[in-house]
């Protein structure tokens, strides 16, 4: 389904498209976005191990973290030309949910858990989730995941196993007010953008052409392509190196997108195997 279907069901009450333009060359690593988006949405600890992977230390999206600041230590001028580096750079990315515009997450969803909203975004209604888990594997990014949790004396609510999908709803609840969303709103250099999706881009491709013009080395614009495998996400990002440098696909593509043909493929043997199967039985009558 797309984003234009999903949202013929608002009618009147349709809003513009929004999402999130993250700017990764601003983003100095501070995890206020990981830490404004916990408290908001009453999400539970985690990260308290060490990863050894920098000050990276949640690794990766999951049913308890909806914001992941990646850090990547590299030896790489940040100019192509070389001027003003030592040859080492860290980079650094606050990844999130990419509220993609053909998500294949809510074709599989089978009690209608996962829904598209009048603000074009995916959220998942934990009262409907059945815990199937069919929308993890669909995620071409990883992002959905079950909560498992361990005991927990001092949050009650969280000491038992929830076993439901959980991920970035794009703060539904703030948006529902007239709010943006609480890690946009903690971000003090502004590396995450929120806004009308359009205006993002808009913001976004002149961001990439003044980098581009001083010399920035590897800069690119990830997500932001309308035509790409998932019809572009609502939340993308402009990187300072390709995207799998930062733990991201770099050609994604929706899950489902070969699904009608495999059906009707399966459809035309089955319809095929029937037609062998009567005339082999006509034929021993005979």
């Not at 009453?42 to 690794?59: C, F, K, M, N």
């Not at 080395?217 to 392509?225: E, I």
Request: net charge negative; charged share 20%.
């Amino acid at each position: 389904m797309s984003v234009a279907d999903g949202l013929l069901t608002y009618g009147g009450e349709q809003q513009e498209r929004v999402g999130f333009f993250t700017d990764t060359s601003v983003c100095i690593g501070c995890k206020a976005c990981e830490v404004a988006c916990k408290e908001w949405n009453l999400i539970p600890d985690d990260g308290s191990a060490w990863t050894g992977e920098s000050y990276d230390h949640s690794s990766q999206l999951g049913a308890n973290t909806w914001r992941h600041v990646a850090f990547v230590e590299q030896r790489k001028p940040l100019l192509t030309n070389g001027d003003g580096s030592t040859g080492l750079r860290w980079l650094m990315e606050s990844d999130v949910c990419k509220h993609c515009t053909h998500a294949a997450c809510l074709d599989v969803c089978p009690t209608g858990s996962l829904f598209r909203t009048e603000f074009g975004t995916v959220v998942v209604q934990q009262d409907i989730c059945n815990g199937c888990g069919y929308c993890v594997p669909a995620c071409p990014f990883g992002v959905l995941d079950k909560r498992h949790l361990a005991p927990a004396p001092d949050l009650p609510a969280f000491a038992k196993e929830d076993g439901r999908v959980w991920k970035c709803t794009l703060c539904y609840d703030r948006l529902k007010g007239g709010h943006e969303p609480a890690c946009a709103k903690a971000c003090p250099t502004k590396s995450i953008q929120f806004g009308p999706l359009d205006e993002l881009r808009e913001r976004a491709d002149a961001r990439l052409q003044k980098l581009s013009s001083e010399g920035w080395n590897g800069v690119q614009l990830y997500g932001r392509d309308p035509e790409d495998g998932v019809g572009g996400f609502g939340a993308f990002f402009l990187l300072l190196d390709d995207p799998e440098v930062y733990g991201l696909p770099p050609d994604p593509v929706v899950t489902t997108r070969d699904l009608p043909e495999m059906w009707t493929n399966m459809l035309a043997a089955a319809g095929a195997l029937l037609v062998g199967v009567a005339a082999a039985f006509a034929g021993g009558r005979s």
